[in-house]
């Protein structure tokens, strides 16, 4: 006789959760099909040595999930390790320590808005003149191998500075500054672009690199349009499109800090 008590009825809605939680972060890739796949695999795989105890197709199912689970970590590799950066990425642990322990909040605003502000307030000038930029801010993902496909400043976060890169003359404007450890570390590199048939048509060349870097690693990547003069801000593959200045001074604060700026703070 089976028994089914309420540990059962939570270990399956734990899995359950589990596996939304995966497919989810599959959906965001292209991967989402072949994690379809794989679950129809393993069910009938249960059905057959679990249920039906089919010794031989059994045997031979699981010699394929043997060998099968060393393939998943090959094909998965870019997907578990997002999964897992997403699991321990700094700004949720400084959440967790900011509500354990607290924090000086208006100390942390000051010193972030003073990185943050430079970057708004040439994004906005940029806008206005309709000058093409991109700018990718690392967060816990290494964007090393990036770097190094540009050429290395290593600078202060400065407003000037920004605006000169992507000047119209200037030879580096075309390719994409990145910022790390709060410092202009690169210039004029070379992103992955995404080849997403569902990206507006509208959309350029800047904003397919920057849904492309950031389905690679967690960055958050910021397009100013050459044609429209638009702002817009990329984070694992979705955009935040025509944004003002007071718009992308909050997400950066979000998802950069992790902190949420008063209204008065913010003026």
């Known amino acids: 006789m089976i028994e089914f008590g309420f540990k059962d009825l939570i270990d399956i809605v734990l899995v359950t959760l589990l596996l939304c939680y995966i497919y989810k972060e599959m959906k965001q890739s292209s991967a989402a099909n072949v994690f379809s796949g794989i679950l129809i695999f393993i069910f009938v795989w249960l059905l ?25 970590i090959v094909l998965f590799q870019k997907e ?34 003073k990185h943050i502000l430079p970057i708004v307030m ?27 496909s540009g050429d290395l400043i290593n600078a202060n976060i400065s407003q000037r500075l920004i605006e000169n890169i992507f000047f119209k003359n200037s030879p580096l404007h075309d390719g994409a500054m990145i910022i790390s450890h709060r ?11 995404s080849h997403d048939p569902n990206i507006p048509k ?20 910021i397009v100013v349009s050459e044609e429209t003069g638009g702002i817009s801000v990329v984070s694992g593959g979705k955009f935040d499109l025509h944004l003002d200045g007071q718009r992308l001074e909050q997400i ?10 008063s209204p008065q703070q913010r003026e």
């Open 252 to 261: 950066l604060m979000e998802k950069w800090f992790g902190e949420t700026a």
């Open 183 to 193: 410092r202009i570390t690169a210039a004029g590199c070379i992103l992955p672009v």
């Open 202 to 221: 509208q959309l350029g060349l800047r904003h397919r690199a920057a849904k492309g870097i950031s389905e690679k690693t967690d960055c958050l990547a």
């Open 122 to 148: 040439a994004c906005i000038n940029m806008a206005k003149q309709k000058v093409g930029a991109l700018i990718i801010i690392q967060r816990n993902d290494s964007l090393k191998e990036e770097e190094e």
């Open 80 to 113: 578990i390790r997002q999964f897992f950066s997403n699991i321990g990425a700094r700004n949720r642990r400084n959440d967790v320590l900011r509500k354990l322990f607290g924090s000086r909040k208006g100390d942390n605003l000051d010193l972030n808005r």
């Open 48 to 72: 057959v040595s679990q249920v039906f105890n089919m010794r031989l197709m059994g045997s031979i199912m699981n010699q394929m999930i043997s060998i099968g689970s060393l393939g998943l």
